[in-house]
């Protein structure tokens, strides 16, 4: 991919994580040039195509080029509104207007500046290449992985870890389709294997007993049984799970998902058929499991829970705590019934 100034980069599409592990190719290969970090800009869905114009149009800090990073833009201008930024209180101005706007700037886009345009899902890139200068567009589809056995195998690959076919297809069944997941665990593998070929029992020891843990914590919790939830948070420590990763990937979502089907459980049989409610974070078999956990809590115990869990995640990111710890400690608050 190639990363001299002027260029236009279209990337999109289901695989987020192929996307995004491209975006952050082209941000290190930006800091790697002097003054790198200085002449990156990196932009979200509710800016304008003014406020984008700003920026690209910025001469280089001391370098020959920068780079601009904008997120979601695309979608938004052509109608199909990212979540977040449907959200967001701030409001968003006229797709059809800003978008020809955005065109029509294109091809004045400073040589000495790469635009990088990331959308999730597809888009349809037709006027993009048209308004684009021939030679300096870059688009890339990153279609959604059907094949996610032939994945492991070429991920493993690159990565450097060594797998037998069990190996590969028992870590893809186990994994799913979720690539990030499938990623992280690759590299435990090759960390736990330590040169030698990954086997079928090597995953089944490291993943699959990792499920059990996170699975275990996360009903301890639900049970506010403290013994069990610390009994399950420290073998994943064993197993060199970081806090922040449990506190984020496991421990906050089973809240937020607790809280939904609260919610939903409240609503009447009509409006529930009504719900999309996978599209809430919720598998659709799983939720009379979910209610049933839920019941168990008033609405602002979960509230107080989550807040609970942000402070956290803020003391930990700016270094103010030590996050063993600290999520021990959160752990048992959790396990007690807050605000009695």
């Given at each position: ?198 086997t079928r029992a090597d995953v089944r020891e490291m993943v699959v007993s990792r499920d059990i843990a996170v ?113 021990e400690v959160a752990v048992a608050r959790l396990c007690t019934r807050l605000g009695d």
């Open positions: 991919m190639n990363s001299t100034g002027g260029y236009v980069y279209v990337l999109y599409g289901e695989d987020a994580f192929g996307r995004d592990e491209a975006v952050q190719t082209l941000k290190d290969r930006m800091r790697a040039l002097p003054a790198g970090d200085h002449n990156l800009t990196e932009l979200g869905p509710d800016t304008t195509v003014a406020g984008l114009r700003q920026a690209a149009d910025v001469v280089p800090f001391l370098a020959e080029r920068r780079m601009v990073i904008v997120r979601g833009l695309l979608s938004r201008l052509s109608g199909r509104t990212p979540r977040r930024a449907a959200r967001s209180r701030k409001p968003l101005e006229a797709g059809a207007d800003e978008l020809q706007l955005l065109l029509d700037y294109l091809p004045d886009l400073p040589q000495t500046t790469s635009l990088v345009f990331v959308e999730d899902g597809r888009i349809n890139p037709d006027a993009l290449t048209k308004a684009i200068p021939r030679g300096r567009a870059h688009l890339r589809e990153y279609g959604r992985v059907i094949d996610v056995v032939d994945w492991v195998r070429k991920r493993a690959r690159l990565v450097g870890v060594d797998m037998d076919e069990g190996a590969v297809r028992e870590l893809a069944s186990l994994g799913g389709t979720d690539l990030r997941r499938l990623d992280s665990e690759l590299h435990k593998l090759g960390d736990y294997a330590a040169g030698r070929t990954v699975w275990s914590l996360l009903d301890g919790l639900s049970e506010r049984r403290l013994d069990k939830a610390l009994g399950a948070l420290h073998a994943l420590y064993a197993q060199g799970e970081p806090p922040e990763a449990l506190l984020g990937r496991d421990i906050a979502p089973h809240y937020r998902r607790l809280m939904v089907a609260r919610e939903l459980a409240l609503l009447s049989r009509a409006e529930r058929a009504a719900v999309d409610v996978a599209s809430l974070g919720l598998n659709p078999a799983t939720l009379p499991r979910w209610t049933e956990q839920a019941s168990a809590f008033e609405r602002s115990e979960l509230e107080q829970s989550l807040a609970v869990l942000l402070e956290l995640d803020r003391h930990i990111k700016l270094g103010e705590t030590e996050p063993e710890p600290s999520l």
